[in-house]
C-alpha cells in the first residue's frame, strides 16, 4: 500500500499536500476510493480512503490508526566525524534504512572535510532530503533528522548523556553485545550513541576524552574498516542485538 507523511492528519481526516500529490495521482494513478497509508512522523500510521482530489492537495478519511511496525523502539544516533567527497550521502541513507532516529555531523581534529559554513548548510540540507527519501522508501514511522555539525567535544558530551554511548576506535575496544549487557544491567536501554571517526581517525587526546566521558570503546572486528562502512556495520549490530532488525 502506497504510503506518505503528513503532519495534517487527526483522528478522522488526513491531508497530503506539496509534491506527494503530484505522485500519488499522475504516478500511482489513484484517485477518490483507493485506500493509502499516512504516516504522522511520530511513530503511527493511517490506513486511510481517498475521498477527494483537489488543487494542490488530497483528502482522506481515516480507517485506521495503528503504531508503524517498521519503527524500532530504540533511539539510535549517529555521530558522524565528516568524511571527505559524498561518502556522508551513503551514510545518512542507509542508517536511516536501518532504523536511526538522528544523525549528527562531527568536526574532529583530524578531519579533511572542513567546509564553510555556508557551504555545510547547504551538505546538511541535501542529506536532510536524502534522509527524508530514505525514510518514506523503507516505511519509516519517523523522519529522522540530520542536526547541525557538532565539535568533537560537544558531540561526546551529547553522547555520554544516552543509555548506550559507544565509541568506535579502530586500535581496539570492548564487543558491543559485551557493552550492551553492561548497560542493560543498570537499567533499560532505550537510547544509544554510535560515534564514528573519519578518514584520518581520532586523535588520542579525543579519545581520551571520550573515555573520560564514560563512553563505551567498543570493537567491530579484527578488520579495519572505512569511514563510511563503520556506522552502517555497527547501527546493523546494534539494531540485531536490541531485537529492532
Not at 481515516?62 to 549517529?78: F, H, I, N, S
Not at 558491543?176 to 584520518?200: D, N
Request: glycine share 10%; hydrophobic share 40%.
Amino acid at each position: 500500500m502506497p504510503k506518505f507523511f503528513t503532519e495534517d492528519i487527526a483522528r478522522q481526516r488526513g491531508i497530503l499536500r506539496g509534491g506527494d500529490v503530484k505522485h500519488l495521482t499522475r504516478v500511482l494513478r489513484l484517485g477518490p476510493g483507493d485506500v493509502v497509508t499516512l504516516c504522522d512522523g511520530a511513530g503511527f500510521d493511517y490506513d486511510c480512503q481517498i475521498e477527494t482530489v483537489e488543487e494542490g492537495q488530497v483528502v482522506c478519511t481515516v480507517l485506521e490508526k495503528r503504531p508503524c511496525p517498521a519503527e524500532p523502539d530504540l533511539d539510535l544516533t549517529v555521530y558522524m566525524a565528516l568524511p571527505k567527497q559524498d561518502k556522508m550521502q551513503l551514510v545518512v541513507q542507509k542508517c536511516v534504512e536501518l532504523g536511526c532516529r538522528e544523525i549528527v555531523p562531527v568536526t574532529s581534529e583530524w578531519c579533511v572535510s572542513r567546509p564553510d559554513p555556508k557551504s555545510l548548510q547547504n551538505k546538511i540540507e541535501r542529506w536532510q532530503k536524502i534522509a527524508w527519501e530514505a525514510a518514506k522508501q523503507c516505511g519509516r514511522g519517523v523522519l529522522p533528522t540530520v542536526s547541525p555539525c557538532l565539535p568533537f567535544a560537544q558531540a561526546v558530551e551529547e553522547l555520554a548523556k544516552k543509555d548506550l554511548p559507544l565509541f568506535f576506535y579502530e586500535k581496539g575496544g570492548r564487543p558491543i553485545g559485551e557493552l550492551l549487557a553492561q548497560a542493560q544491567a543498570a537499567g533499560p536501554v532505550r537510547s544509544c550513541g554510535l560515534l564514528v571517526g573519519s578518514e584520518g581517525g581520532l586523535t588520542p587526546e579525543e579519545v581520551a576524552l571520550a573515555e573520560g566521558h564514560g563512553v563505551g570503546i567498543a570493537s567491530l572486528g579484527p578488520r579495519i574498516l572505512r569511514c563510511e562502512t563503520a556506522p552502517l556495520a555497527a547501527a546493523a549490530v546494534v539494531m540485531y542485538l536490541t531485537g529492532n532488525l
